[in-house]
């Protein structure tokens, strides 16, 4: 719930997503929320830049999977998905744009990367593009 305030504090638009299982597909996790017509996957880290990682691909992997799955039930959905990472450590901005521009890599969908540093108080969000345009691939 703090990951939903940090963002509609700002005046963004959240709609909660339920955690269900498409038609006998056990086990299967969805997006958290849809953020301005945008699929949200939203993780709070306080590990090292290689838990940031992985935890942002995770969070990936599961909004475009549920961008699939909709498209795949006739279920109209947006046509991108983002990660939302509340930070706990105190792992520097350019470090977190590259290990997250390193996870985007030979990764093609549209979306946006928002990081909120708990330790400074700041919002940051980029495209993917712009990540990706870092490692240039």
């Not at 947006?78 to 520097?92: C, G, N, Q, T």
């Not at 093609?108 to 928002?114: C, Q, T």
Request: glycine share 10%.
């Amino acid at each position: 719930m703090t990951q939903v305030k940090i963002l509609t504090n700002r005046g963004s638009v959240a709609f909660f997503l339920p955690e269900r299982v498409f038609q006998g597909e056990k086990g299967s996790k969805t997006a958290d929320i849809v953020l301005d017509g945008v699929v949200l996957e939203m993780k709070t880290i306080s590990g090292s830049r290689a838990t940031l990682g992985g935890k942002f691909k995770k969070g990936y992997k599961q909004g475009a999977i549920l961008l699939q799955k909709c498209t795949r039930y006739g279920v109209q959905t947006p046509k991108e998905h983002s990660v939302f990472i509340r930070l706990l450590a105190d792992i520097p901005v350019k470090s977190v744009k590259a290990q997250i521009a390193g996870q985007l890599k030979y990764r093609y969908d549209n979306g946006n990367f928002i990081c909120y540093f708990e330790k400074t108080g700041e919002l940051h969000t980029w495209t993917y593009d712009e990540l990706r345009a870092i490692i240039g691939s």
